[in-house]
């Protein structure tokens, strides 16, 4: 979605802005703009729909500089993507710039409003309400913070603005209202800066500040003020980030997708590390923060999540239910927020995300406090909104994650439910202590199955490369390959724009043999287990009806290689390490598929990295 990024300070804001939008470019973005204070005191606006080269161009051209300035790439949501619409926003008398990430709900009417006591809207978006809003309040005679804060008090939605005055010169004013994006505040020796990601700031400084909705930061080249949703200002606590800038390179990969694909057998291994026990085969988890008694007396658990954190939560709902012996369910975050639960403060909600900035995944931790359940946060970011929302947060440790399909977060999200649901059901005694040492010994056998499969890239992009002329894709799993097939869909559609669908391999019967054709591969998730007999009827199945399968089994089977077109063999294990180990392979698919048709895998039309808006 929208990135922000803001500056100002003793140095040029133009190259520092210009990196920021590259660095934020894997949110997702189709135009992109800047707005920089210059030395005759004028603001000079520059935008241009697509990629921030492109900006870049332009911004030379013109020889810009100065020393205060915002920056915008747009992820359109209100009007085409052209050069109107594209941030920053101007008001009528160009005395203010914004910009805008987030949606106004009440644009319509604000727009009519405005138009009526004569201003002139030049874009179709939402966003430029909000600059003309401000600019009756400066007219009023009022600072730049509290027309800000004047005219979110009119809006109906949730959003991070940015905004600055030319008559105000030197001052940046963000502000982060309800839960649709943050704003990361970066105060260093040379200047501040505001960013929607921590990314933007960390060439330049570590020390950061996260806002909480309502909250302001008034930054100038040498003070950062915080306010509250009431104007008097607070303290925040400034943090060191532990992160650093590199983190963001792909080095010599050619996208980092499949960086982040090689670095899951290393990560894998961080997410385990002081957390398991090889020699006494338990788990350690300090950072649960809910007592053995709580823990004994949730009577459900819900996790909640979007896209592939949704087919995390279902595996995490399945390891818990069946180690822990609680019931527990996955709930699409977006479907979750608009019912009415039943929860109480004996639920536990699992919020599952690896930005922790999900809006609807938000959404759905604010109800679920609403009801008191107790809320754990499975997260990569920390410091995200989801993270200050939570009781407590289970970091996945998995790295920063550039590449818009998550592959590297997921495997270590399960990996933690996985360690979660053993740490549960120790406390609750629904373990047999051989099984728990057995299901936690088995995680060290996990980095090195992931290499090995990483070691059969050649063959799976052979098996990629026969795909490409496919229209249709089916994954098919039972038990926890369920999710994986999900998943195993999600990647490629997302990524090779080939329309796929993961079933439960027992709802073919109730409608999708019908597509069965030689058109339409399958892919079949049958991995050893007490399913594996199951599995091997409905691949008999789609085979008796001329359809072509890829089977992914356990290396060792004798029976499914003999009936299927082609194999991907895992190396053996349980049934939910199986399914982790899955995904492995079944990323390289995709991705090899997408290189395969010349789709760029790291930025995939449409799609945003990080969904700050509903
Ligand atoms: C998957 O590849 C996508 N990146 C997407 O489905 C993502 O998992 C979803 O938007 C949820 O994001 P979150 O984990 O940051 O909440």
């Known amino acids: 979605m929208c990135g922000i990024v803001a500056y100002t300070g003793s140095a040029d804001a133009v190259p520092i802005l210009l990196k920021g939008l590259k660095i934020l470019e894997y949110r997702g973005y189709d135009s992109a703009g800047v707005a920089i204070q210059t030395s005759t005191g004028a603001t000079e606006v520059l935008k241009t729909p697509g990629r921030v080269e492109e900006l870049d161009a332009v911004v030379a051209e013109a020889d810009l500089s100065g020393h205060t300035g915002i920056g915008h790439t747009r992820w359109a949501t209100h009007g085409v993507v052209n050069h109107q619409n594209a941030h920053p926003h101007v008001s009528c008398d160009g005395e ?58 009119r809006l109906k939605g949730a959003g991070t603005f940015v905004a600055s005055a030319r008559s105000q010169p030197g001052k940046i004013v963000g502000m982060r209202m309800g839960n649709a994006g943050g704003i990361v505040v970066g105060h260093s020796e040379d200047g501040n800066m505001l960013a929607s990601d921590l990314l933007a700031v960390l060439p330049y400084t570590n020390r950061v500040v996260y806002l909480d909705s309502g909250e302001q930061s008034i930054i100038t080249d040498t003070s950062v003020i915080y306010r509250d949703g009431n104007g008097d200002v607070i303290d925040k606590e400034v943090i060191i980030s532990e992160r650093t800038a590199e983190a963001a390179e792909r080095g010599a990969f050619p996208h980092f997708m499949l960086k982040e694909i090689h670095e899951q057998s290393e990560r894998v291994a961080s997410a385990m590390r002081g957390r398991v026990d090889f020699e006494n085969g338990s788990i350690n988890l300090p950072e649960i923060p809910f007592s053995d008694e709580q823990i004994r007396n949730f009577d459900q658990v819900v996790l909640v999540g979007m896209g592939t954190s949704l087919h995390s939560a279902m595996m995490g709902a399945t390891l818990i239910e069946s180690f822990a012996r609680i019931p527990a369910k996955a709930e699409n975050a977006s479907e979750f927020r608009y019912k009415n639960p039943v929860i109480d403060e004996n639920t536990l909600v699992i919020a599952v995300t690896q930005s922790g900035e999900t809006a609807d995944t938000l959404a759905a931790m604010e109800g679920a406090g609403e009801q008191n359940a107790k809320q754990l946060a499975i997260v990569e970011l920390d410091g995200s909104q989801a993270t200050r929302m939570a009781h407590g947060t289970l970091l996945v440790r998995a790295g920063l994650e550039v590449a818009v399909a998550s592959t590297k977060t997921m495997t270590n999200t399960v990996v933690c439910l996985y360690m979660l649901a053993i740490h549960m059901a120790t406390i609750r005694g629904t373990m047999a202590p051989e099984v728990r040492k057995a299901a936690v010994g088995e995680l060290a056998s996990l980095p090195s199955g992931i290499s090995s499969l990483i070691s059969q890239e050649k063959a799976f992009k052979a098996i990629a490369e026969s795909l490409v002329d496919c229209h249709h894709l089916l994954y098919l799993g039972r038990g926890f390959m369920f999710p994986a097939a999900m998943e195993g869909a999600l990647k490629m559609k997302e990524i090779a724009y080939i329309h796929a669908e993961g079933y439960a391999a027992g709802e073919m019967k109730h409608g999708v043999n019908a597509l069965i054709s ?25 085979k008796a009806r001329g359809g072509q399968v890829i089977a992914i089994v356990t290396e060792g089977d004798e029976i499914v290689p003999e009936i299927v077109d082609k194999v991907i063999e895992l190396p053996a294990a349980s049934e939910a390490l199986s399914a982790i180990l899955s995904l492995v392979p079944m990323q390289l698919l995709a991705y090899y598929t997408a290189v395969a048709l010349d789709q760029d895998p790291d930025k995939p039309r449409n799609l945003a990295k990080t969904v700050t808006v509903e």
Request: no cysteine.
């Open 518 to 542: 030689d058109e339409m591969p399958t892919i079949a998730l049958a991995p050893a287990g007490h399913l594996h007999e199951k599995m091997v009827s409905n691949v008999n199945e789609v």
């Open 96 to 153: 203010v710039a914004l910009v805008h990430n987030g949606i106004v709900e009440n644009y319509l009417e604000l727009r009519a409003e405005l138009a009526a006591n004569g201003h002139t809207l030049t874009s179709d978006t939402d966003s430029e309400a909000v600059v003309h809003l401000i600019e009756t309040h400066l007219k009023a005679g009022e600072s730049l913070e509290d027309a800000l804060l004047h005219a979110t008090s």
